[in-house]
């Protein structure tokens, strides 16, 4: 579902406001407001989805009060099944194009294309599916803390993470 009030702008503002500078790979304070580019972190492997994405904290801690924010590097091909999340997440497209579209089955016919700088919004519990185009880096922003897992199947046997 995508949505566009006034939270919805305040989330992409936000998104945008720590995107610039991270992208740069820069560190400093502006003003007050800390920016954070990647600095040490390192990308690692996503276990809690199939195999082939990785993930990299830039922002924050999910598990505890606050925003957070992550990205997520997908290669060409990719294929996340139905899933949702406990939280509202705001997704924008830094490189490449991703497809994502809300329902409880993977369904090529609903997709939608989205490319560099373009966003939506997940609302808590609502079943979303994505692919990659080509190579993809997105950007996840959200409000901690989440309690339990932060990502749940709809078809439990798409679940990659041991049972």
């Given at each position: 579902?995508?949505?566009?009030?006034?939270?919805?702008?305040?989330?992409?503002?936000?998104?945008?406001?720590?995107?610039?500078?991270?992208?740069?790979?820069?560190?400093?304070?502006?003003?007050?407001?800390?920016?954070?580019?990647?600095?040490?972190?390192?990308?690692?492997?996503?276990?809690?989805?199939?195999?082939?994405?990785?993930i990299i904290?830039?922002?924050?801690?999910p598990s505890?009060?606050?925003?957070?924010?992550?990205?997520?590097?997908?290669?060409?091909?990719?294929?996340?099944?139905?899933?949702?999340?406990?939280?509202?997440?705001?997704?924008?497209?830094?490189?490449?194009?991703?497809?994502?579209?809300?329902?409880?089955?993977?369904?090529?016919?609903?997709?939608?294309?989205?490319?560099?700088?373009?966003?939506?919004?997940?609302?808590?519990?609502?079943?979303?599916?994505?692919?990659?185009?080509?190579?993809?880096?997105?950007?996840?922003?959200?409000?901690?803390?989440?309690?339990?897992?932060?990502?749940?199947?709809?078809?439990?046997?798409?679940?990659?993470?041991?049972?």
């Amino acid at each position: 579902m995508i949505r566009f009030d006034r939270h919805t702008l305040a989330a992409a503002l936000l998104c945008a406001a720590t995107s610039l500078p991270a992208l740069a790979g820069t560190e400093f304070f502006m003003n007050g407001v800390e920016s954070t580019g990647s600095g040490d972190r390192a990308w690692r492997m996503n276990t809690s989805v199939p195999a082939g994405m990785k993930i990299i904290m830039i922002y924050g801690d999910p598990s505890k009060p606050g925003p957070y924010i992550f990205r997520a590097m997908v290669p060409a091909g990719y294929r996340l099944p139905a899933h949702s999340h406990p939280d509202q997440r705001t997704v924008t497209v830094l490189k490449g194009t991703y497809w994502s579209a809300a329902g409880p089955t993977y369904d090529e016919a609903k997709l939608q294309k989205f490319g560099p700088g373009a966003f939506y919004i997940t609302e808590p519990g609502v079943p979303h599916f994505a692919k990659a185009e080509t190579a993809v880096v997105v950007q996840e922003m959200g409000i901690g803390p989440i309690s339990g897992s932060p990502i749940e199947y709809v078809n439990a046997a798409d679940d990659p993470r041991p049972h």
